[in-house]
T-cell receptor, first 114, second 115 residues
Framework: GAGVSQSPSNKVTEKGKDVELRCDPISGHTALYWYRQSLGQGLEFLIYFQGNSAPDKSGLPSDRFSAERTGGSVSTLTIQRTQQEDSAVYLC????????????FGDGTRLSIL | AQSVTQLGSHVSVSEGALVLLRCNYS??????LFWYVQYPNQGLQLLLK??????LVKGINGFEAEFKKSETSFHLTKPSAHMSDAAEYFC?????????????FGQGTTLQVKP
């Protein structure tokens, strides 16, 4: 597709379950970012990928959060043992390279923990 | 550390009136500055950006912003509001020489446009 694609668009799960969120960046974009948007905390950076490596994971809130990227393309954000405070919209963005290149955002995954 | 402050979580204007959304940043190094717009249930769309060069930046949909280093500001303006401008607006900063490009966002300003 032409833009950043995220799936699922909505996810409802029970507390304690694991969830996987997927991001398909724009073809050719080497930089990929995950952000979290919640009512209380606003928009927060989670992790940055350059190719398949993640030189900046400083925004991951706990060790229950992990992410990987394969083939320099698709990325998966995994949350283990979900908690209610994990409820948020998870946004993925990609850019041609890091720095001053604009980031293109997907529509996000709305995660609700019951 | 970098930070962004957006003054006013809600701004209401009449259709045809001037739009002014305020953004102040804190950065110890030359920043890159961005304005994004978010419509309900959608991701963020880039309106405009400042990296280097001309301090008055023009973006899409008639918006523009001026980088004022002395005031550490990057306010967003539009001469005449349209109903379709109603959305949430985010100002963001990234480290000018960072090797990550991660964005630090303000808390957002919801723009309401009254007919």
């Amino acid at each position: 597709g032409a833009g950043v694609s995220q799936s699922p668009s909505n996810k409802v799960t029970e507390k304690g379950k694991d969830v996987e969120l997927r991001c398909d960046p724009i073809s050719g974009h080497t930089a990929l970012y995950w952000y979290r948007q919640s009512l209380g905390q606003g928009l927060e950076f989670l992790i940055y990928f350059q190719g398949n490596s993640a030189p900046d994971k400083s925004g991951l809130p706990s060790d229950r959060f992990s992410a990987e990227r394969t083939g320099g393309s698709v990325s998966t954000l995994t949350i283990q043992r979900t908690q209610q405070e994990d409820s948020a919209v998870y946004l993925c963005a990609s850019s041609l390279e890091q720095g001053n290149q604009p980031q293109h955002f997907g529509d996000g995954t709305r995660l609700s923990i019951l | 550390a970098q930070s962004v402050t957006q003054l006013g979580s809600h701004v209401s204007v009449s259709e045809g009136a001037l739009v002014l959304l305020r953004c102040n940043y804190s950065s110890s190094v030359p920043p890159y500055l961005f304005w994004y717009v978010q419509y309900p249930n959608q991701g963020l769309q880039l309106l405009l950006k400042y990296t280097t060069g001309a301090t008055l930046v023009k973006g899409i949909n008639g918006f523009e912003a001026e980088f004022k280093k002395s005031e550490t500001s990057f306010h967003l303006t539009k001469p005449s509001a349209h109903m379709s401008d109603a959305a949430e607006y985010f100002c963001a900063v990234s480290h000018g020489s960072s090797n990550t490009g991660k964005l630090i966002f303000g808390q957002g300003t919801t723009l309401q446009v009254k007919p």
